[in-house]
């Protein structure tokens, strides 16, 4: 095995930086707000445009303005027209949100517009909120990509202005998202964000809000992380829109402009001025301080910016001169920012909120619960692309790739942040987006697989004269195809393992009908050959020859990677026959058998061979919802955002056709439910949990004959008494409480009680009494449990009407043939990891902790498997290349995870983030704080570098980082928990329960500090923790 031979003598060369963060408000000489008045109603009027990173047009169409049939829209001139329209005026304000664009624009500007749009940051006229790459979405996405979109941004904009601090977002701004996460808001505020902006809330909570001034309230996102995950939330009154008669956009809107020519036949001040001190009147009680919010702008708004800030230099203008009449209303240009240092100065004490704001609903029958599963194969291929680019990143890290390769980390990097917008991932976009959406992640994933091709070769390599290898990533292996597998006689399989724990993975490698032999190293090791499942076979857009499938078990190291050999033999090999008998009605491993009942073919048991129990009455099924168009009590139809089911869900088959299928390694019963629903259910020999691969589509439906249906799986346990509670995750990260038919902030009145009930599911739902179901998934899925002991996810959607959301289009993919012209509903596939287990006495993991943890090994940082065609034999392969490969010493302690390592700043840099993986009441063990030793991690990086500690968002030292404080609500206030100051110790750092730790790997610049304390603090450490230390 190959490691790094340096040991701990680079230990003090090693300098931790670590300060707590101060509390105390700085200003920068960019934080020039204009002053308010007091015993007025100041009405901060923020301009803003909300350009959505690809929606109804393509992301470059937006950007150019092409397809102006679609929509007018042209980001690059929107940007140019504000920069001009803000140098004419030091008072004017605006706010720009999406660095994809922003890097767009600058990308093709001279050095004098660049210093332009520096300048008006630089005197608090044009500020920069938010600054991740697009605004993403809450439901679906997963708080890795979520940081990483965040952190792209952030090192994008210090990239563009030198690390000017007053370039750098304070406010969180995700105005247009449809709910909103308590992870997100955690993140906001461990990324040093001061608050939260959002429009989108249920109907009914908003009412509620309203009535009860609650508009405004400190958001406590993390029981674990207390006061540094809490944030200053406000929600708009009513949407990000300008007020009602005061939109001033000469292309999107027909409002009357303001004439203040008195001389003028149209002159309309009066009438102007007075109708929006009505406005103002009719909402200022709804807030708590002196001040409100007003947003000034829309979707893609400023292309005429002229035509803005000419009527709201007017506006402001002649409203506050009618307070010489005695007006009370002070109307101000404002930022987010300027805002919510006015709403600081109130010193209130406000209201606090521990729960989320899903699932969102904006009338009493139109849920937003249907784009939780909306695209399900794009929002699978997001996933993946996750995976990999972790894996590339890790790999330029640890091959020192530098210059030369890691410029292409940058296209997948993009291509998720763009994939995280809320018209992305979410599948909301109009199809011909949808399509290029697809395009750039898979351009993004080429780029990144060649990076890390180029990064194991480099580690790989014995001999300078090693030939290079073509490493290439098969990305339709759901499909059980892949060329290099299928059309080689000899190739390698090389895994690498993104955790920083070992991984064990079962490798399925797509083959033709012959005999194969793997080995690691020269010695050969088990396998077993697989049938491809007939529903696999005829996808129609499969290329392959492959009949079945080589499965082999794979252990890899950390960080590391591990190189198998596969020979094919001239020898053919029968692809295996199913077992007959009573023996095909269960399939067993070491750890667990499951069952399936001898008269319906459906699953209906499971044995554990741990505890030697059995659980009977358990059950799986297929139903389909049919998608409302609309009846007697709504016009609202089911559509890409919202989930109208028309009736409860018909069953699909309740006696699928089955196969079953046996060896050492696996067991598979396939069942077929009809000619477009079909699932495997599988046992692998060493693990704990069942795997459902479920195939859904084409999806029957066509206009007029056939509604469009929305199909999803339930899993049910007999006598499960859950009393309507069930849990779901947030992000992929902590898990929230859900109950059936209620909302923990207000009396809900539920109308759709199907649609009302499914919340947005990341990674895991689980439901439990004395045992635990729960389901983990490989992409965002919505779920519910709508019965006790039971919970349903939906899988796939293929729906014949728009449902009036704005994206003008039915969610109705298809597949097209290339030659003959014809289409089908498009196929998803995808796997479940099912588990039911006791909750057993004290020393045990709970359910939640171990669902994060096992979609964290098999979905989230799975082993990513490259291939290689070789002429070598695999002594020759032997005397080239290392087959085994290990990043890091195996010093990381279990409940820790390596969140991100990845190269900045050209490859001077490295950003590492450490993260304690459990809460703390998930394991007597692995809850308890963890001590990382770092100079493990850091020594590769040498005697002359520095760790700095940063905020989560990687722009800001963790020691300049200040926060407003907000006070929160006396009983709450009470319960509220800091984190204890934290003890580190020299070269390790301490990890709490579900923390984060973020740092720099950079040049020594000879300033860091070194606490002498620290070693003391390394032995008390030692004895309160003696099972982390080694
Ligand atoms: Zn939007």
């Given at each position: 095995m190959r490691t790094s031979a340096t040991t701990s003598l680079f230990l003090l060369s090693v300098y931790l930086v670590r300060a707590n963060p101060i509390e105390t408000s700085y200003k920068a000489s960019c934080e020039v707000c204009h002053p308010t008045k007091e015993g007025y109603t100041n009405v901060h009027l923020i301009p803003h445009t909300h350009d959505?990173?690809?929606?109804?047009?393509?992301v470059d169409q937006y950007f150019y303005g092409q397809r102006p049939d679609i929509q007018k829209a042209a980001v690059q001139i929107i940007i140019d027209s504000v920069v001009d329209e803000l140098s004419k005026h030091p008072d004017r304000r605006f706010i720009y949100v999406e660095t994809a664009f922003l890097k767009q624009w600058w990308d093709i500007q001279n050095d004098e517009r660049r210093a332009k749009m520096r300048t008006l940051i630089e005197k608090g006229q044009l500020e920069l909120i938010s600054g991740a790459w697009s605004m993403h979405?809450?439901?679906?996405?997963?708080y890795h990509s979520i940081i990483d979109q965040f952190t792209l941004g952030f090192g994008t904009i210090d990239q563009m202005f030198d690390?000017?601090?007053?370039?750098?977002p304070k406010i969180g701004w995700q105005?247009?998202?449809?709910g909103h996460a308590r992870e997100t808001a955690s993140i906001l505020a461990q990324m040093g964000f001061d608050g939260l902006f959002f429009a989108r809330l249920d109907h009914q909570d908003r009412a509620r809000r309203i009535r009860d001034k609650e508009m405004e309230f400190v958001w406590r996102a993390s029981e674990s992380l207390g006061n540094a995950s809490s944030i200053f939330t406000q929600a708009f009154?009513?949407?990000?829109?300008?007020?009602?008669?005061?939109?001033?956009?000469?292309?999107h809107c027909n409002d009357q402009p303001i004439?203040?020519?008195?001389?003028?036949?149209?002159?309309n001040v009066p009438n102007r001025v007075n109708s929006f001190m009505e406005f103002v009147n009719s909402q200022k009680?709804?807030?708590?301080?002196e001040h409100m919010l007003v947003t000034m702008g829309d979707d893609?708004?400023?292309?005429?910016a002229a035509s803005w800030f000419d009527n709201i230099d007017r506006l402001i203008k002649h409203v506050n001169a009618e307070q010489k009449n005695g007006s009370m209303i002070n109307l101000l240009y404002s930022t987010p920012s300027c805002y919510l240092q006015a709403v600081h100065r109130a010193d209130k004490v406000w209201k606090t909120k521990s729960?989320?704001?899903?699932?969102?609903?904006?009338?009493?029958?139109?849920?937003?619960?249907?784009y939780y599963t909306s695209r399900p194969t794009l929002k699978y291929m997001e996933r993946r692309g996750n995976n990999l680019l972790q894996v590339c990143k890790q790999l330029s890290v640890l091959a020192e790739l530098k210059q030369e390769?890691?410029?292409?980390?940058d296209s997948l990097r993009e291509a998720m942040g763009v994939m995280q917008h809320h018209d992305a991932i979410t599948g909301t976009e109009k199809q011909h987006v949808a399509d290029d959406y697809a395009k750039m992640l898979y351009k993004g994933m080429l780029d990144c697989g060649a990076t890390a091709a180029k990064a194991i070769n480099k580690l790989s390599a014995?001999?300078?004269?090693a030939p290079n290898v073509n490493y290439e990533s098969c990305l339709l292996l759901n499909v059980s195809q892949c060329e290099i597998s299928e059309s080689n006689e000899k190739f390698v399989v090389t895994l690498y393992n993104p955790l920083a724990q070992e991984a064990s993975t079962y490798v399925r490698l797509p083959v033709q009908n012959f005999k194969y032999t793997v080995s690691q190293g020269t010695v050969p090791i088990a396998t077993q050959m697989l049938k491809i499942p007939d529903h696999v076979l005829r996808v129609p857009y499969r290329i392959s020859t492959a009949v079945q499938e080589l499965v082999f078990k794979a252990i890899i190291p950390p960080l590391g990677f591990q190189t198998f050999y596969v020979t094919k033999t001239a020898e053919e090999s029968a692809v295996p026959a199913p077992v007959e008998g009573d023996g095909k009605f269960a399939i067993q491993g070491n750890l667990i058998q499951a069952n399936v009942d001898?008269?319906?073919?459906?699953f209906e048991s499971l044995y554990s061979k741990q505890n030697g129990l059995k659980y009977t009455g358990l059950s799986q099924n297929f139903y389909y919802y049919l998608g409302s168009n609309g009846n007697m009590e709504s016009s609202q139809s089911s559509g890409a955002y919202i989930f109208r089911p028309n009736g409860n869900a018909t069953v699909i088959n309740a006696t699928p056709e089955i196969a079953t299928f046996k060896g050492e390694l696996v067991q598979e019963i396939h069942q077929k439910f009809s000619d477009w629903v079909s699932q495997i259910i599988r046992v692998y020999a060493d693990n704990e949990f069942v795997e459902f691969e479920w195939m859904i589509g084409p999806i029957p439906a066509e206009l007029l004959v056939n509604p469009g249906k929305e199909v999803v799986t339930r899993y049910s346990a007999q006598?499960?008494?859950?009393?309507g509670i069930f849990y779901t995750d947030s992000n992929g990260r902590g898990s929230i409480e859900r109950k059936r038919d209620?909302?923990?902030?207000w009396d809900l009145d539920l109308k759709e009680e199907i649609a009302g009930n499914y919340f947005p599911v990341t990674t895991f739902i689980t439901t439990k009494n004395e045992t635990e179901m729960t389901v983990l998934i490989d992409r965002a899925q919505g779920g519910t449990?709508?019965?006790?002991?039971t919970l349903e996810l939906m899988l796939h959607r293929r729906l014949l009407?728009?449902?009036?959301?704005?994206?003008?289009?039915?969610l109705n993919e298809k597949y097209e043939d290339?030659?003959?012209g014809a289409s089908q509903g498009m196929i998803a596939r995808g796997r479940h990891l099912f588990s039911f287990a006791p909750i057993s006495e004290a020393l045990s993991t709970t359910a939640t902790a171990k669902a994060r943890r096992w979609s964290r090994d098999n979905m989230i940082l799975a082993p990513w498997a490259f291939f290689a065609p070789t002429d070598l034999s695999d002594s020759q392969w032997l005397e080239n290349y290392e087959v085994l490969y290990q990043?890091?010493?195996?010093?990381?302690?279990?409940?820790?995870?390596?969140l991100t390592l990845e190269p900045t700043k050209g490859g001077e840099e490295v950003l590492v983030r450490f993260e304690?993986?459990?809460?703390?009441?998930?394991?007597?063990?692995?809850s308890a704080n963890s001590l990382v030793p770092i100079y493990n991690l850091t020594k590769?990086?040498?005697?002359d570098k520095m760790i700095e500690e940063m905020s989560l968002g990687a722009n800001r030292r963790l020691a300049e980082v200040s926060r407003l404080q907000f006070r929160m609500d006396g009983a709450e206030a009470e319960k509220e928990r800091n984190i204890a100051p934290v003890i580190d110790a020299g070269d390790s750092i301490l990890l709490q329960p579900m923390e984060i730790r973020t740092f720099v790997v950079k040049n020594?610049?000879?300033?860091a500090r070194f606490s002498v304390l620290s070693l003391v603090f390394l032995l008390l450490i030692a004895i309160a923790f003696p099972g982390q230390m080694n």
């Amino acid at each position: 095995m190959r490691t790094s031979a340096t040991t701990s003598l680079f230990l003090l060369s090693v300098y931790l930086v670590r300060a707590n963060p101060i509390e105390t408000s700085y200003k920068a000489s960019c934080e020039v707000c204009h002053p308010t008045k007091e015993g007025y109603t100041n009405v901060h009027l923020i301009p803003h445009t909300h350009d959505d990173v690809g929606w109804l047009k393509t992301v470059d169409q937006y950007f150019y303005g092409q397809r102006p049939d679609i929509q007018k829209a042209a980001v690059q001139i929107i940007i140019d027209s504000v920069v001009d329209e803000l140098s004419k005026h030091p008072d004017r304000r605006f706010i720009y949100v999406e660095t994809a664009f922003l890097k767009q624009w600058w990308d093709i500007q001279n050095d004098e517009r660049r210093a332009k749009m520096r300048t008006l940051i630089e005197k608090g006229q044009l500020e920069l909120i938010s600054g991740a790459w697009s605004m993403h979405d809450e439901a679906v996405t997963h708080y890795h990509s979520i940081i990483d979109q965040f952190t792209l941004g952030f090192g994008t904009i210090d990239q563009m202005f030198d690390g000017l601090s007053c370039a750098k977002p304070k406010i969180g701004w995700q105005i247009d998202p449809f709910g909103h996460a308590r992870e997100t808001a955690s993140i906001l505020a461990q990324m040093g964000f001061d608050g939260l902006f959002f429009a989108r809330l249920d109907h009914q909570d908003r009412a509620r809000r309203i009535r009860d001034k609650e508009m405004e309230f400190v958001w406590r996102a993390s029981e674990s992380l207390g006061n540094a995950s809490s944030i200053f939330t406000q929600a708009f009154y009513k949407h990000y829109s300008a007020p009602s008669g005061y939109c001033f956009d000469l292309v999107h809107c027909n409002d009357q402009p303001i004439n203040e020519n008195p001389n003028s036949g149209d002159y309309n001040v009066p009438n102007r001025v007075n109708s929006f001190m009505e406005f103002v009147n009719s909402q200022k009680d709804t807030y708590q301080t002196e001040h409100m919010l007003v947003t000034m702008g829309d979707d893609f708004t400023y292309q005429q910016a002229a035509s803005w800030f000419d009527n709201i230099d007017r506006l402001i203008k002649h409203v506050n001169a009618e307070q010489k009449n005695g007006s009370m209303i002070n109307l101000l240009y404002s930022t987010p920012s300027c805002y919510l240092q006015a709403v600081h100065r109130a010193d209130k004490v406000w209201k606090t909120k521990s729960d989320d704001l899903f699932p969102y609903a904006d009338g009493d029958h139109s849920f937003w619960t249907g784009y939780y599963t909306s695209r399900p194969t794009l929002k699978y291929m997001e996933r993946r692309g996750n995976n990999l680019l972790q894996v590339c990143k890790q790999l330029s890290v640890l091959a020192e790739l530098k210059q030369e390769k890691w410029e292409d980390l940058d296209s997948l990097r993009e291509a998720m942040g763009v994939m995280q917008h809320h018209d992305a991932i979410t599948g909301t976009e109009k199809q011909h987006v949808a399509d290029d959406y697809a395009k750039m992640l898979y351009k993004g994933m080429l780029d990144c697989g060649a990076t890390a091709a180029k990064a194991i070769n480099k580690l790989s390599a014995k001999i300078t004269e090693a030939p290079n290898v073509n490493y290439e990533s098969c990305l339709l292996l759901n499909v059980s195809q892949c060329e290099i597998s299928e059309s080689n006689e000899k190739f390698v399989v090389t895994l690498y393992n993104p955790l920083a724990q070992e991984a064990s993975t079962y490798v399925r490698l797509p083959v033709q009908n012959f005999k194969y032999t793997v080995s690691q190293g020269t010695v050969p090791i088990a396998t077993q050959m697989l049938k491809i499942p007939d529903h696999v076979l005829r996808v129609p857009y499969r290329i392959s020859t492959a009949v079945q499938e080589l499965v082999f078990k794979a252990i890899i190291p950390p960080l590391g990677f591990q190189t198998f050999y596969v020979t094919k033999t001239a020898e053919e090999s029968a692809v295996p026959a199913p077992v007959e008998g009573d023996g095909k009605f269960a399939i067993q491993g070491n750890l667990i058998q499951a069952n399936v009942d001898p008269n319906t073919g459906l699953f209906e048991s499971l044995y554990s061979k741990q505890n030697g129990l059995k659980y009977t009455g358990l059950s799986q099924n297929f139903y389909y919802y049919l998608g409302s168009n609309g009846n007697m009590e709504s016009s609202q139809s089911s559509g890409a955002y919202i989930f109208r089911p028309n009736g409860n869900a018909t069953v699909i088959n309740a006696t699928p056709e089955i196969a079953t299928f046996k060896g050492e390694l696996v067991q598979e019963i396939h069942q077929k439910f009809s000619d477009w629903v079909s699932q495997i259910i599988r046992v692998y020999a060493d693990n704990e949990f069942v795997e459902f691969e479920w195939m859904i589509g084409p999806i029957p439906a066509e206009l007029l004959v056939n509604p469009g249906k929305e199909v999803v799986t339930r899993y049910s346990a007999q006598d499960l008494v859950t009393n309507g509670i069930f849990y779901t995750d947030s992000n992929g990260r902590g898990s929230i409480e859900r109950k059936r038919d209620y909302r923990p902030t207000w009396d809900l009145d539920l109308k759709e009680e199907i649609a009302g009930n499914y919340f947005p599911v990341t990674t895991f739902i689980t439901t439990k009494n004395e045992t635990e179901m729960t389901v983990l998934i490989d992409r965002a899925q919505g779920g519910t449990s709508l019965q006790d002991g039971t919970l349903e996810l939906m899988l796939h959607r293929r729906l014949l009407f728009d449902d009036g959301r704005g994206v003008g289009e039915a969610l109705n993919e298809k597949y097209e043939d290339p030659n003959s012209g014809a289409s089908q509903g498009m196929i998803a596939r995808g796997r479940h990891l099912f588990s039911f287990a006791p909750i057993s006495e004290a020393l045990s993991t709970t359910a939640t902790a171990k669902a994060r943890r096992w979609s964290r090994d098999n979905m989230i940082l799975a082993p990513w498997a490259f291939f290689a065609p070789t002429d070598l034999s695999d002594s020759q392969w032997l005397e080239n290349y290392e087959v085994l490969y290990q990043g890091i010493n195996n010093k990381v302690p279990e409940n820790v995870n390596i969140l991100t390592l990845e190269p900045t700043k050209g490859g001077e840099e490295v950003l590492v983030r450490f993260e304690h993986f459990y809460e703390p009441n998930d394991d007597p063990a692995l809850s308890a704080n963890s001590l990382v030793p770092i100079y493990n991690l850091t020594k590769r990086f040498g005697t002359d570098k520095m760790i700095e500690e940063m905020s989560l968002g990687a722009n800001r030292r963790l020691a300049e980082v200040s926060r407003l404080q907000f006070r929160m609500d006396g009983a709450e206030a009470e319960k509220e928990r800091n984190i204890a100051p934290v003890i580190d110790a020299g070269d390790s750092i301490l990890l709490q329960p579900m923390e984060i730790r973020t740092f720099v790997v950079k040049n020594n610049s000879g300033t860091a500090r070194f606490s002498v304390l620290s070693l003391v603090f390394l032995l008390l450490i030692a004895i309160a923790f003696p099972g982390q230390m080694n």
